[in-house]
């Protein structure tokens, strides 16, 4: 064990853990789980990567405010980022993602401006955009940031290349919301790893790339429209309503080898499973991406190896469909376990 200097040094290596009763005996299913991360999601990657390079190139100043439009996790990792380094933040978000979510921010320090949940992803971006420009701050942008795709490529790709040294990697599955783990993490697969297959999952409700039509883009790559396949799911940091330029970059350089959509129940029930049956405490978007490894596996080659990426907590969703049924008051169950015993009975009101 090494001492860090700030907590900053903490970010990445995060563990890959071998799948026991949840996957199908022919083939050895791991997955790579980033809530080990401080601020528990795959997050704190972008958000130490895209504040490092802005420094360095000077885009960034020393205590310059810095803000950036995010579902919630962006903000997080980049909220403890900023008040390690001694950046204001300011975050744009959506007022239909997770209360928790607001509440970290601000327990962070960061400020949180909410838009209409009506204008969806595009809204808090143009809300961003407009607030940087007003105020002269830097802002992240997170969709179209090479430097967000580049830390997936100088850390998560390597990790994974040193975890199956060794051991042919047969499929890697992962999401998008931004694309910044799949693009800069395929990209050296296809190179140091060409037989891996890359498996790219979405949710049914939002199939952008599964669909087929084009995403209409600024000169700068951000969207001009919202995208038409798109309507509002549940997997929160998954596919907003619009194919993201990092995106678009691994798709069109045929980084990709099978796109695969996922349906709401099932990103729950895997959720729930790996918790309840492997002891893995995922969020939504982690569960529906197990739920494209499980269908990878199905058809997969005797003894494949399928690895597939866990990007946060189920901490962060309390609050959240992924808690329905999860009841705060004693089961009748519970409570016939509470009478089977004389003492310390309690009686609800
Ligand atoms: N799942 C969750 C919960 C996320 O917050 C994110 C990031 N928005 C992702 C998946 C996707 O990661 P990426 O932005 O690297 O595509």
Same mark, same amino acid.
């Given at each position: 064990?090494?001492? +860090? ?81 001694? +950046? ?46 007003? +105020? ?90 919202? +995208? ?122």
């Amino acid at each position: 064990m090494k001492i +860090h200097d700030n907590i900053l040094g903490t970010i990445g290596n995060t563990p890959v853990v071998r799948i026991n009763r949840l996957a199908p005996s022919h083939v050895n299913l791991f997955v790579k789980i980033e809530s080990f991360n401080p601020m528990s999601s795959v997050k704190d990657r972008l958000a130490l990567g895209i504040i490092e390079d802005a420094e360095k190139s000077g885009d960034l100043k020393p205590g310059q405010t810095v803000i950036e439009a995010t579902s919630g996790n962006t903000g997080i990792g980049l909220a403890m980022v900023c008040a390690q380094k001694g +950046h204001p933040l300011v975050v744009t978000m959506a007022e239909s993602f997770s209360v928790e979510r607001r509440k970290l921010m601000r327990f962070l320090g960061a400020k949180v401006v909410l838009t209409p949940a009506p204008l969806k992803g595009s809204g808090m971006v143009q809300k961003a955009r407009e607030l940087a420009e007003q +105020h002269g701050w830097f802002q992240t942008r997170q969709f179209e940031n090479e430097s967000n795709a580049d830390m997936h490529s100088r850390t998560t790709a390597p990790e994974i290349l040193q975890a199956f040294d060794g051991r042919q990697l047969d499929y890697w599955v992962t999401g998008y919301g931004t694309g910044g783990t799949l693009k800069g993490v395929a990209r050296v697969l296809r190179e140091k790893s060409p037989a891996t297959k890359i498996v790219v999952c979405e949710p049914e409700l939002a199939g952008l790339l599964t669909g087929g039509i084009e995403q209409k883009r600024n000169a700068d790559g951000s969207p001009a429209e919202s +995208h038409p396949s798109f309507s509002p799911h549940p997997m929160q940091g998954w596919t907003p309503d619009f194919i993201p330029k990092l995106t678009g970059d691994a798709m069109d350089a045929e980084n990709s080898d099978a796109v695969l959509t996922v349906a709401n129940p099932d990103a729950m029930a895997c959720s729930r499973n790996l918790a309840q049956q492997e002891g893995i405490f995922v969020g939504i978007s982690a569960g529906a991406t197990f739920a494209a490894a499980l269908a990878v596996a199905e058809t997969a080659a005797e003894g494949a190896n399928i690895l597939c990426m866990l990007p946060d907590t189920g901490e962060r969703y309390l609050s959240t469909p992924l808690f329905e049924g999860i009841e705060a008051e004693m089961s009748a169950a519970e409570q016939e376990l509470s009478a089977s015993t004389p003492s310390c009975q309690f009686e609800p009101a």
